[in-house]
């Protein structure tokens, strides 16, 4: 299986840039997702393929990368984003999810 | 609005069957192109995909619970089903169905809110 691996946590500031990664183990060519789960809630869908923000999704988040770096980027962050953040991808069976960044805000 | 519900027994025993139900408004599985899953989220493995159903009634399952999972939908009641037999307690986790995005590329556009599974003797 494609091992999708991210960085267990991040603490940044309000108003302050920050970039989650997710390294696949294998190419994924631009078959990767994000998503923002925040605690008793189920994941919601923020970037499609790569770099497509779903919809309602602010233009704050935006997403990057091909083959098998990709980065989740929040510019800027706002309390609310406080949330673990997954990727997903679908290019090789089966779908597999990271474990997840936990994102801080100091 | 596309909603999705998950529901379950919430507590069954080790080697019994798991009967799960996925009610679903916004969208019908019997138009070309969409696609229900069933992801688990537990603290042991993080987030599993375990399977997708199409509106063609094509399957597709994990490999690594293959001989496990049973699929299934009812397209007039717009319901997905998902069963998992032989339940063991590394299979206790939230289980969540979801859209297939229809932009045709692997990811969950909608998810339920999920429903809790305890397996415990």
């Known amino acids: 299986d494609t091992v999708l691996t991210q960085s267990p946590a991040l603490a940044v500031s309000p108003g302050e840039r920050v970039s989650i990664s997710c390294r696949a183990s294998?190419?994924?060519?631009?078959?990767m997702h994000w998503y923002q789960q925040k605690p008793g809630q189920q994941p919601k869908l923020l970037i499609y393929?790569?770099?497509n923000l779903a919809s309602g999704v602010p233009a704050r988040f935006s997403g990057s990368g091909s083959g098998t770096d990709f980065t989740l980027t929040i510019d800027p962050v706002e309390a609310d984003d406080t949330a673990t953040y997954f990727c997903q991808q679908s290019w090789n069976d089966p779908y597999t999810f990271g474990a997840g960044t936990k994102l801080e805000l100091k | 609005q596309v909603t999705l519900k998950e529901s379950g027994p919430g507590i069954l025993q080790p080697s019994q069957t798991l009967s799960l139900t996925c009610s679903f408004s916004?969208?019908?599985?019997?138009?070309?192109?969409?696609?229900v899953g069933w992801i688990r989220q537990s603290s042991g493995k993080g987030l599993e995909w375990l399977a997708n159903?199409?509106?063609?009634?094509?399957?597709y399952y994990n490999p690594s619970l293959k001989n496990r999972l049973t699929i299934s939908k009812d397209t007039s009641n717009n319901q997905a089903f998902l069963k998992i037999t032989n339940m063991d307690t590394a299979d206790t986790a939230t289980y969540y169905c979801a859209r297939r995005g229809t932009e045709a590329s692997g990811y969950f556009d909608y998810w339920g809110q999920g429903v809790m599974v305890t397996v415990s003797s």
């Open positions: 916004g969208f019908s599985l019997s138009t070309y192109g969409m696609c």
């Open positions: 393929k790569a770099s």
């Open positions: 159903i199409w509106w063609n009634d094509d399957k």
């Open positions: 294998e190419g994924v060519n631009s078959y």
